[in-house]
């Protein structure tokens, strides 16, 4: 089973009547359930059970996850904050709008927040806990910036904390996989850090009951982690309702790993090294200093390339004739919403735009193209898109883009009939009311021509994409890039179908044109370019597929930095090219 061999995987649960056809030895399967409320009951108390024993995750110094979080340390003490508690909350209230028990927690933390109780509020469960630890773990600035409040208020509060005299140990019980102790012993004298707060306990005993507690996978190891610390060492001693006699050091502070001892119950043996990793940020800002932070932030935030199957092809993005952004701001929430839509800050943009009342349709459907296109939320996009098509119907107004929208947003939910119905509609309400509009009339039919597509109907795809072609080329001045991807669309649909030939001589009708339009550099060239040996690649022309690669490699290797996802790809195909050339000339030699 593939799933289990995923990272972000931690369990799996299988809601299936006829469980007998399963098998049970995965480690990761936690169990296979014929009723729903079994299920629900064994998920709660998993999430349990993982919250006390394994929620951190931990980064090594010789990972770049490891810079990121010491960087936006760094980051946070040293730049003034932009977000506020109205800011949150109201974002907040946008993300668990389907969740009573926690909007109600919301409404709390709005009236009860206050900064000297912030370690509380940091492990309130499930909000804000959740929400901060995903933020982190996902290394999601937006989100981050949106409740960085909160960790300056906690900075704050740990400067704050009186200094200690004694030099003594405090302990965490844990579960980790074989693979992580692994690597916490391949990394004796370096540093790691966790993602989040990093609670432990002067009680030996209970860390040790916590570390040898039943877990919930057979593949999890008992840990038990021995923190020494002196007079330097920042942390903060709990105890309220939600923390009994905690002690909490800050969020991704660095430690360093003395040693690890490997037994039934194993030990790993840290100290604080805040300095350290402080040192680390200042040599890595040194070497970088003429590069923007974010562009710092993005670079260090790339995965690294894992090899997978080829996804099925991408279908060709398809937008509304009308632009998030084409009508100019009419009020302060609209100012403030443009701002934080050129600060890429989506969140924000969402709450100022619900701020404004009455709401209209456009402010709708601008709101559901930007949870569509940037938050993937297309149950949010779907409930704007129909209330501004209720709204637009009820005063007579023009739906056409509306039509358009609802269509995008069920074909990315893979609704690929309800998709069809919309796109017709709007097409026939456009060659009536605007039958002039021939730009408009081929952006339905090259959608109308995706979901055909998506459903596998090739024959039908082909003929509507094929009239979107004819009119563009009617439409003065005649935009070459669009019918360049046109031409390209209908190559990845015959090549999809099968049809190599056709989808070759597509491809090269489409890369003329990009060369006579675009820079040599392109990243759509480099796309077209990589579409074209693949498809060389399934006519076994090597030396075509080889040129082809080659070209994509050069371009990506002047746009893209290395070990990017696009940029990897491109590398080991054309790789893979050469050794088929090569062992095509052996067999040759060798047949002479």
Known sequence: MTVQNIENVEAIFILDPNSQDIKSDIPKLIGVFTQQEELFRSLKETLDIFEQIQLERFSFENETLFLWYQLWKEELTNRKSSSN????????????????????????????????????????SPFPSHFLHHAIRSHNLEHLNMCRFMFIDANRFFQQQPKHKSSEQFYRGMKLTKELLDQFESHVGQLVCTSGFFPCTKSRTNALSLASSPGYRSDLLSVLFKIDYDSTSIY???????????????????????NVHRGQMSVIKMKPAITDGKRIVQDYLEQHHDQPIQSIFDQLSVPPRVQTPSPPPLLQTITSTTPISTSSPVNDDELEAQKHLERGEIDLVLVAYRRIHPVSARILNIMGR?????????????????????IQEQTGEDFCDTLTDLGNTH?????????LDYHRRALVLRESVHPSDVAAQATCLLAIGNAHWAR????????????ALTLQETVQPVNEVNIGSTLATLGSIYQD?????????MCKQALAIFERNLPADSHVIAELLEDMGAIQLDLRALDDAKQSFERVVDIYAKILPQRHPDRVPAEVDLERVVRLIQKKKNKLKKQT
């Open 85 to 124: 508690k109205t800011d949150f909350i109201e974002m907040a209230r946008l993300c668990y709008r389907d969740n009573g028990r926690i909007m109600e927690m919301i409404d709390e933390f709005e009236k009860s927040y206050r900064s000297s109780e912030i370690v509380h509020w940091c492990f309130r």
């Open 236 to 258: 903060s001693q709990v105890s309220n309702k939600m923390l009994s006699n905690v002690i909490v050091f800050n969020v991704s502070i660095p430690f360093r790993v003395i």
């Open 370 to 390: 930007l949870s569509a296109e940037k938050k993937k939320d297309y149950d949010y996009a779907l409930e704007c898109h129909t209330q501004a098509l209720k």
């Open 411 to 419: 074909h990315r939910r893979g609704q690929y009939d309800l998709a």
């Open 456 to 467: 596998r109907d090739f024959e039908q795809a082909i003929d509507a994409i094929q009239r």
């Open 497 to 505: 179908s099968g049809k190599h030939r056709q989808a070759l001589d």
